[in-house]
């Protein structure tokens, strides 16, 4: 069982940045960041392996940046240029396989941190 704690979330005006941190309680090949605005349903927003490799959701190409550090199995989301269709609860997930953009595919979900981009 891999626990996840997320943190960095909150209240930041458009054109802002936010970085959020996962810190896993254990190892997993996939760490992704999921979002659930309200009334909608939750959405892919980005990847990465235990290795390089990365995804991201093709509404925060170039804006949202995802890193990973093993060592401290934590993963973090860089959000620069935020707009209020950001506002979500932002959700890290953990994979003990390759999971990419496939929220079925995660074994481990945290708790979640409400991010709120106001216009």
């Known amino acids: 069982q891999v626990q996840l704690v997320e943190s960095g979330g909150g209240l930041v005006q458009a054109g802002g940045s936010l970085r959020l941190s996962c810190a896993a309680s254990?190892?997993?090949?996939?760490m992704g960041w999921f979002r659930q605005a309200p009334g909608k349903e939750r959405e892919f927003v980005a990847f990465?392996?235990?290795?390089?490799?990365?995804v991201y959701a093709d509404s925060v190409k170039g804006r949202f940046t995802i890193s990973r550090d093993n060592a401290k199995n934590t993963v973090y989301l860089q959000m620069n240029s935020l707009k209020p269709e950001d506002t979500a609860v932002y959700y890290c997930?953990?994979?003990?396989?390759?999971?990419?953009?496939?929220?079925?595919?995660?074994?481990?979900w945290g708790q979640g941190t409400q991010v709120t981009v106001s216009s």
């Open positions: 997930a953990a994979g003990r396989g390759y999971s990419g953009s496939k929220s079925v595919l995660y074994d481990y």
């Open positions: 254990g190892r997993a090949f996939s």
């Open positions: 990465h392996s235990s290795g390089s490799s990365t």
